[in-house]
């Protein structure tokens, strides 16, 4: 078995009654890689997310993160992956130390760790002049950098992104992108859902196109760019999803 | 055998840290205070007024009444606001079991009925100059906290919305606060109506209480410690089930 892939999927399915949200995807994330997970919406994007980090069980297929099983041993998963969903989900009612505490707590960081851990962090993420500060009085970017915050502090080996820079600014997203980019320097596997293109463009070391709850592709943005003969990983997508001769059909239209 | 201990303790630390946040979050704010302490003693004394008469025979549906309100005081704000904002999937990614972040839930309503009945139960002891058996007291007042703490968490996962929630609470808790003793012995009602009161959790405590300020028989405070944690058993189960399913 190769110690390298961290996550394995086969034929992983979700059905919600008549509608097929996940249909039999399978594939493989190295250690320490940016894998981007690229869709439009409804593609199945967080479906996909949501049954790997144990929110909802799917219908078929296998799958397992760092040697767990998803199915039987999600609280060992639980323990070594970062979630950072759509929506930054932290305490309102809560300062942003005390919202890293809680945090800490809930995950069993040492009582010990826990203040000096929450100080880095609220460090790394330039937001210790506001630590006591309630949650609900950030901005958009600094609830999202918070919320990735959260989902470092019991020092995971994989962080799951799920459209982290949607509704930021362009200054508030290059910084999270920045961000991510040192969090992959530090050895960790980020897999990550976007729509934005040039993002999954800047950071993704591999990425998987998503349609229809189908990946079609898996492989380098470079490559994938190469293989349709695109300057953009945006191109590239709208060949490759079929999308562009509606794209083109819209610009006609103009 | 060691993995399982660990497991067990990570349960038991999140129980107790959810509760802990939930506390310093949504409870000892004025609504969750005046919904668990303020509207039980104004009913009581409302009703007092209307019929004076002896206040101490209404200190057990006084104690009750507090235990029941306080208890689900917030919990429509702890489980449905959550379920909305989305907080609550934060919890259910943390390595706990969803029974888990429900029990932090209703360990939150139960130190804070807990602490809210105190004051009421130590309050009318020592206006009223009553005398009571405290181990009675505490095997009536603990499993009743658990009860309905848990009746609220139910009641709010079967549905969405805050609001649907809070009027869900509603029903069981004017039910029962006519039906259970409270202002009214069970005694004195339509036998129909009996029964209807003693399938309703509140009536135990009612009762209980009474026995446990009037010296009553041990026995019989056992055998109501023992329905009560039925109740418990009887709502907790399908709470954490239907938990399960919203996220399946």
């Known amino acids: ?254 | 055998m060691k993995k399982e201990s660990k497991m067990w303790r990570d349960n038991v630390r999140g129980i107790f840290y959810i509760a802990l946040k939930d506390i310093k979050t949504y409870y000892f704010k004025p609504p969750a205070v005046s919904w668990g302490i303020v509207f039980p003693i104004t009913w009581i004394a409302a009703f007092y007024l209307r019929n004076p008469g002896n206040f101490k025979e209404l200190v057990p549906g006084l104690i009750a009444m507090t235990i029941l309100f306080s208890t689900t005081a917030a919990e429509a704000v702890v489980i449905n606001f959550e379920l909305r904002l989305g907080s609550l999937e934060r919890l259910l990614l943390a390595p706990i079991s969803i029974a888990s972040v429900l029990l932090g839930k209703v360990l939150g309503g139960v130190i804070f009925g807990f602490l809210m009945t105190t004051v009421v139960t130590i309050g009318s002891v020592i206006m009223l100059r009553l005398h009571f058996n405290v181990l009675h007291l505490i095997l009536i007042i603990v499993p009743s906290l658990f009860v309905f703490s848990s009746l609220g968490a139910l009641l709010c996962v079967m549905v969405r919305e805050v609001f649907e929630a809070q009027t869900l609470l509603n029903l069981p808790r004017f039910l029962m606060v006519f039906l259970s003793g409270v202002v009214y012995p069970v005694s004195k009602m339509p036998i129909a109506l009996r029964y209807v009161a003693y399938a309703l959790p509140l009536s135990y405590t009612v009762d209980g209480l009474q026995l446990s300020f009037s010296g009553g028989l041990s026995k019989m405070i056992y055998f109501y410690t023992l329905i009560l944690f039925g109740f418990f058993i009887l709502f907790i189960f399908p709470a954490v089930k239907l938990l399960h399913k919203k996220f399946e």
Not at chain 1, 131 to 148: P, V, Y
Not at chain 1, 149 to 159: F, R
């Open chain 1, 1 to 254: 078995m190769n110690t390298d892939i961290v996550i394995r999927v086969s034929d992983l399915t979700k059905r919600y009654g008549e509608i097929l949200a996940v249909d039999h995807i399978s594939f493989e994330v190295n250690k320490g890689e940016v894998f981007g997970f690229l869709g439009p919406n409804g593609a199945g994007k967080t479906t996909t997310i949501r049954m790997l980090t144990g929110l909802s069980k799917p219908t078929n297929g296998k799958a397992s993160i760092l040697g767990f099983d998803i199915n039987s041993e999600i609280t060992q998963i639980k323990k070594r992956i970062g979630v950072v969903p759509e929506i930054s989900n932290l305490y309102d009612e809560l300062s942003a130390f005390d919202n890293l505490l809680f945090m800490a707590q809930l995950y069993g960081v040492l009582s010990r760790d826990r203040k000096k851990k929450a100080e880095e962090l609220l460090k790394t993420f330039r937001l210790y002049e506001r630590k006591d500060s309630l949650f609900r009085t950030f901005s958009r970017g600094m609830k999202r950098a918070l919320t990735i915050a959260a989902a470092l502090i019991h020092n995971p080996e994989i962080l799951f992104l799920d459209e982290p820079t949607v509704g930021l600014d362009v200054v508030a997203a290059r910084s999270l992108r920045n961000l991510i980019s040192n969090l992959r320097q530090q050895g960790i596997t980020i897999f990550l859902t976007t729509h934005y293109l040039e993002e999954a463009d800047l950071l993704c070391d591999r990425a998987a196109i998503l349609v229809k709850g189908r990946i079609l592709v898996i492989d380098n943005p470079q490559v994938l760019k190469a293989k349709t003969d695109k300057k953009s990983l945006e191109e590239a997508f709208m060949k490759i999803t079929g999308l562009e001769p509606e794209v083109l059909a819209i610009e006609k239209g103009k």
